[in-house]
């Protein structure tokens, strides 16, 4: 599991999901946890085995998409020597090793159907049975398993044993996305961002400039968590004006004007004149939300110049060049919005 990855939150949908784990910790019974990808579904499966009776004995962590399905069952119930080729020893399975303790199953859903069966007797019974062997063992295993399936469905499809969901499902705990954790983008963008500044060893932190905590509140974090602490990781350590504000973010890592076609999903356009000139500025879309065009205007206006202006680590001749204007213009732009008196640019 990701030590470096802490419970950051104070979104109430954070905070419920965290309560509810909290609750079902002492429990013997299996739990459930969904959520998308990065949302921390094996911190709460490490806060659930902590917080058990469980917390001395072994946490076994299997990522049951990691393995091929013909090796999933012998990673999970260990096997004899000779049992199968290749097998020239016996050795024990994930169950044994957290005897007494919790055993994590990541990625449940891509879990065969015949370990599935296997997986059912061992949650029924407490036995398994190592591949060749012809007596089962007895093993007291608690079951935290996570998925960012939809089980119900799976098992209305016929991919996923209802009966196996049945008992797994004692305690559901799902996961919020970032997206609708409200503050929480802020609240994890600072607790990183100061990290990353004092592993660079930087004086004092200097936070976010305001479009920038701007542009992360309003970004939908595909990703979640994860997602947010490489980006913001990302923005400090490219960043090199430690005195000032971090006034440029970027969000896709492969964003770059010398991508290859392959990646875009696009043939490589014959070079031109064109090519050279730069992109119009995305404008936004809610036009129905426009009360005030001159309003309107400006704002767009000054988040573009704002975008830019970090882009170029506030080089005012180099934002003058990406924008296609001269430097008597930007910086009539600049007074125009204030960006000058505030101090904002250099």
């Not at 079951?143 to 049945?166: K, Q, S, Y």
């Not at 090199?240 to 973010?249: E, L, Q």
């Not at 005030?292 to 704002?299: G, K, Q």
């Not at 680590?313 to 930007?330: C, F, I, P």
Request: charged letters at 25%; proline letters at 6%.
């Amino acid at each position: 599991m990701d030590r470096e990855v802490q419970f950051i939150g104070q979104s109430s949908a954070f905070l419920d999901a965290v309560e509810r784990a909290s609750r079902a910790a002492p429990m013997r019974r299996p739990v459930l946890v969904i959520g998308e990808r990065g949302t921390g579904k094996e911190l709460i499966a490490e806060r659930l085995h902590r917080l058990s009776t469980r917390w001395q004995e072994p946490l076994v962590t299997m990522n049951c998409a990691a393995l091929p399905e013909t090796l999933i069952e012998a990673e999970l119930f260990g096997h004899e020597a000779g049992a199968f080729t290749g097998a020239t020893r016996a050795r024990a399975g994930r169950f044994e090793e957290a005897n007494g303790g919790t055993l994590f199953l990541d990625e449940l859903g891509t879990l065969s159907m015949g370990a599935q069966e296997r997986l059912l007797r061992a949650v029924e019974y407490g036995e398994v049975a190592r591949i060749g062997a012809n007596k089962p063992i007895t093993v007291d295993v608690r079951i935290v398993a996570a998925t960012n399936e939809n089980l119900p469905r799976m098992a209305e499809e016929g991919r996923f044993r209802p009966d196996l969901l049945d008992r797994l499902s004692f305690e559901v705990i799902t996961l919020p996305p970032l997206r609708v954790r409200e503050g929480d983008v802020a609240v994890l963008a600072d607790y990183y961002g100061r990290r990353m500044a004092a592993e660079l060893g930087w004086p004092a932190w200097p936070g976010f400039a305001a479009h920038v905590s701007e542009q992360m509140d309003k970004y939908a974090w595909p990703g979640n968590v994860r997602e947010l602490r490489n980006v913001v990781e990302r923005a400090v350590y490219r960043w090199d004006d430690p005195g000032r504000a971090i006034g440029h973010i970027q969000f896709d890592p492969f964003e770059s004007p010398w991508r290859p076609a392959a990646l875009m999903g696009a043939p490589v356009p014959a070079r031109s004149a064109a090519v050279d000139r730069p992109a119009p500025a995305a404008v936004a879309s809610d036009f129905d939300a426009v009360a005030d065009l001159r309003s309107a205007v400006d704002a767009h206006e000054r988040a573009i110049l704002e975008h830019h202006l970090g882009r170029n680590r506030y080089n005012q001749r180099q934002t003058a060049k990406a924008l296609g204007l001269t430097y008597d213009q930007l910086r009539h732009c600049l007074r125009k919005h204030g960006l000058l008196e505030r101090g904002e640019v250099g």
